[in-house]
């Protein structure tokens, strides 16, 4: 998605939540709008397309972080919460890898780099990532890599 697409869905996304009286959504796009001139400011020019998208998967897995966090505290009103601004922010995202496709790229990595035990996780992971960067959880990707070579002893 480029930035202007990426900029135009936002602003209609942030128009459909007022005209719907969506209160939850509409605080949650402006605010990452903020994020990410935030992160532009550090940066100290225009951040490209993958840093947004870095940026906004930093957020979404912070929300998820804190979904797991209050469920186990019994919140179930900032579960809620948490779980609508993580809807909103999934939007943005390209779409994830499907956990079939996650292993059949995790395998050619493990072949390609030659990776017959634990030790070799490091190698796997860097050959991976690169491949499935933005399309995949790293902590899913990692237990998926844990996994293949736990198979091979």
């Known amino acids: ?24 959504k509409r605080y949650k796009i402006s605010k990452e709008k903020q994020e990410l001139k ?5 940066k100290e020019s225009r951040l490209t397309d993958e840093e947004i998208l870095e940026v906004i998967a930093s957020e979404a897995k912070k929300r998820k972080e804190s979904i797991a966090e209050f469920e186990k505290g019994g919140r179930e009103d900032l579960v809620q919460k948490e779980k609508a601004e993580l809807e ?6 390209p779409e994830q890898l499907a956990e079939d496709e996650l292993r059949k790229l995790a395998k050619e990595a493990v072949d390609k780099v030659g990776a017959k035990e634990m030790k070799d996780m490091g190698r796997v ?13 790293g902590t899913f990707v990692s237990k998926v890599v844990k996994e293949l070579l736990g198979e091979q002893r």
């Open 1 to 24: 998605m480029e930035k202007k697409e990426a900029a135009v869905l936002a602003l209609r996304m942030l128009v459909s939540a007022i005209v719907n009286k969506e209160k939850e």
């Open 38 to 42: 935030d992160a532009e400011l550090e």
């Open 88 to 93: 909103v922010l999934q939007k943005y995202l």
């Open 125 to 137: 992971m860097q050959e991976l990532m690169q491949k499935v960067k933005g399309r995949a959880d």
